[in-house]
């Protein structure tokens, strides 16, 4: 059944590659950039290795921090073919503005990431940026694009008492993996953005994972935009603040 899941993922990650819209325990302390991860200005890099696995990470602070107390964060989660620096490209503004922690690994998302992974990497990565900066721990929030949507609702249940709410744009949850609602120890809010001519996902996939997650308590938001195919840049700023709006709303207890 989960073949069915790898092949939407695999076609995701491929169309990404060709048509580009936007868009276990650790095992040491902290470490310091890694000169084969590319450094970005404005962007501090870490990374952190999990199942014998470097992954890198970035991370924008607002110029409002100044370590006198904690802010919320988002852990960015981008599309197949994307990168970090990619993604929180589109939520640095707002979050300049607002004063949230944008974090924004650079992933091989695909094959058995999902379920091996996912459920331990996301807290890790978190937990790494928290040993640095200081981050409410009530206030960890996920958002993910296409394949990168995917994994936020993995780890929006399977890690439902981290992360206190979920966003996706373009993604869904299949019926193969309908099972991974079962693993959430808490009710994750999940909001929820497609477009009406995505070319990946039709909009009934998307009013079937609202009515699967509403029907298993899951508090849930369907928003559907006309005229719009896989294209999250093109919608970005209106997503953004809307989910913003959504998740402060929202905070572990």
């Given at each position: 059944?989960?073949?069915?899941?790898a092949?939407?993922c695999?076609?995701?990650?491929?169309?990404?590659?060709?048509?580009?819209?936007?868009?276990?325990?650790?095992?040491?302390?902290?470490?310091?950039?890694n000169?084969?991860?590319?450094?970005?200005?404005?962007?501090?890099?870490?990374?952190?290795?999990?199942?014998?696995?470097?992954?890198?990470?970035?991370?924008?602070?607002?110029?409002?921090?100044?370590?006198?107390?904690?802010?919320?964060?988002?852990?960015?989660?981008?599309?197949?073919?994307?990168?970090g620096?990619?993604?929180?490209?589109?939520?640095?503004s707002?979050?300049?503005?607002?004063?949230?922690?944008?974090?924004?690994?650079?992933?091989?998302?695909?094959?058995?990431?999902?379920?091996?992974?996912?459920?331990?990497?996301?807290?890790?990565?978190?937990?790494?940026?928290?040993?640095?900066?200081?981050?409410?721990?009530?206030?960890?929030?996920?958002?993910?694009?296409?394949?990168?949507?995917?994994?936020?609702?993995?780890?929006?249940?399977?890690?439902?008492?981290?992360?206190?709410?979920?966003?996706?744009?373009?993604?869904?949850?299949?019926?193969?993996?309908?099972?991974?609602?079962?693993?959430?120890?808490?009710?994750?809010?999940?909001?929820?953005?497609?477009?009406?001519?995505?070319?990946?996902?039709?909009v009934?996939?998307?009013?079937?994972?609202?009515?699967?997650?509403?029907?298993?308590?899951?508090?849930?938001?369907?928003?559907?935009?006309?005229n719009?195919?896989?294209?999250?840049?093109?919608?970005?700023?209106?997503?953004?603040?809307?989910?913003?709006?959504?998740?402060s709303?929202?905070?572990?207890?």
């Open positions: 059944m989960q073949s069915i899941r092949a939407g695999a076609l995701v990650v491929l169309a990404a590659h060709l048509f580009s819209s936007c868009g276990g325990a650790p095992t040491g302390p902290p470490q310091q950039p000169p084969s991860f590319p450094q970005l200005p404005g962007l501090a890099q870490r990374q952190v290795q999990f199942q014998q696995v470097v992954y890198p990470f970035y991370v924008f602070v607002p110029s409002s921090y100044d370590g006198s107390h904690s802010l919320p964060a988002i852990l960015l989660i981008h599309g197949g073919g994307g990168n620096p990619g993604i929180i490209s589109a939520w640095q707002f979050a300049e503005q607002t004063g949230i922690i944008l974090v924004g690994p650079t992933l091989s998302l695909g094959g058995n990431f999902e379920i091996s992974v996912v459920p331990g990497l996301y807290p890790l990565i978190m937990h790494t940026a928290q040993n640095e900066w200081k981050i409410d721990a009530k206030r960890i929030y996920l958002f993910g694009v296409s394949a990168g949507g995917f994994t936020v609702f993995d780890a929006g249940t399977f890690d439902s008492t981290y992360f206190a709410a979920g966003g996706v744009f373009a993604a869904v949850i299949t019926p193969d993996f309908d099972f991974i609602l079962q693993k959430a120890m808490r009710k994750t809010p999940f909001a929820i953005y497609i477009g009406d001519h995505d070319e990946f996902f039709t009934a996939q998307a009013q079937r994972t609202r009515d699967v997650l509403a029907a298993n308590g899951f508090p849930v938001r369907l928003t559907i935009f006309p719009l195919d896989h294209n999250y840049g093109a919608v970005a700023a209106t997503v953004n603040a809307d989910i913003w709006n959504f998740f709303q929202v905070s572990l207890p």
